[in-house]
């Protein structure tokens, strides 16, 4: 073997096309990655403002649990009552008379 044969030589000459190419690969990575991380800021801006906002309701949403308690015990109040009455009336209009109560209706 020859040192001809194993001999290698890089050409020290670069077109322009190759420096082109690097040129416009480096702007499209460089672009690709502010867009992305420009996409990611924008998100957690808008989540950030979204939890802002839905923060401001936790207060008026435990006053509104608390109320919706209150009415449930009120009305629960009311159907015992309403029950007492049902049975009342149900007990009164279905009672058959007395006869001391027919002698004195007679004249």
């Known amino acids: ?4 044969e194993h001999h ?12 082109l190419a690097f040129i416009v690969q480096t702007v499209v990575v460089v672009s690709t990655v ?15 403002k979204f939890a802002n906002a839905n923060s401001n ?4 949403i435990v006053v509104l649990e608390q109320v919706i308690v209150n009415i449930k015990e009120v009305i629960e109040r009311s159907e015992v009552h309403l029950n007492r009455i049902e049975e009342k009336l149900d007990s009164i209009r279905y009672q ?12």
């Open 34 to 48: 502010t867009s992305k991380y420009s996409d990611m800021d924008h998100r957690l801006q808008a989540l950030e």
């Open 57 to 60: 309701h936790e207060p008026r």
């Open 1 to 4: 073997m020859t040192t001809s």
């Open 96 to 107: 058959p008379p007395q006869p001391s109560q027919l002698r004195r209706s007679q004249p």
């Open 8 to 19: 290698f030589q890089m050409d020290k000459k670069i077109t322009w096309g190759l420096i």
